[in-house]
């Protein structure tokens, strides 16, 4: 009989192992030789693997939740610091408009005829225009009254007058001008109405 090598004679051993195993366990067969025996799946392994997967799910979904709440946090917070950006001068803007008022008040006072009164007049006529200027430039805009529909927004009515020709509801007369910082009301306009 003719000798085996050292690898021929492996080999031999290893088919001989293969063929005593028992059925359906060659593809469990570990590197060294050895044979492994799968563990049957059992019921607890199952619910556990379940009981995993619905953790998962509902982590995920609180992910998603909380990114979605994140995520609106940020425009709003981004909304409030627009909107302070945009009108948090309006308490300022609101007390210079009293300043208006009095460059208004001075020059209805004025005599215009007089002729010591001109230099005077065109001085306070250019500090005035000099501030609404500057109004104009933070977003301050006048509201049109006279001769508009009435607007309860736009308007605030303290007193009604029948007016022959005018449609009920026409501003006639404006007693304080109103104004809006950047579209937004910050004064409305003191005027009288036409009745029905």
Excluded at 25 to 47: I, M, S
Excluded at 48 to 57: D, P, V
């Amino acid at each position: 009989m003719k000798k085996q090598t050292h690898k021929e004679q492996t080999a031999n051993e290893q088919e001989t192992i293969l063929e005593t195993a028992p059925q359906g366990t060659k593809e469990n067969e570990v590197a060294d030789g050895h044979l492994e025996t799968p563990e049957p799946p059992t019921n607890d392994a199952d619910k556990e693997i379940k009981r995993l997967t619905e953790e998962l799910a509902a982590k995920g979904d609180a992910f998603l939740r909380l990114t979605a709440e994140y995520q609106n946090y940020r425009r709003r917070v981004e909304k409030e610091k627009q909107e302070l950006i945009k009108f948090g001068n309006e308490k300022l803007v609101v007390d210079l408009l009293k300043v208006l008022d009095n460059f208004d008040r001075a020059l209805s006072a004025v005599d215009y005829d007089c002729e010591e009164n001109k230099n005077l007049i065109s001085g306070i006529e250019m500090i005035r225009k000099s501030l609404s200027d500057l109004l104009k430039d933070y977003g301050v805009a006048t509201i049109e009254a006279v001769g508009q529909l009435f607007d309860p927004v736009m308007h605030h009515a303290v007193m009604t007058e029948a007016a022959e020709g005018i449609a009920p509801d026409t501003v006639l007369d404006e007693f304080q001008k109103g104004y809006t910082l950047n579209q937004k009301v910050i004064r409305p306009s003191m005027v009288k109405v036409s009745s029905h």
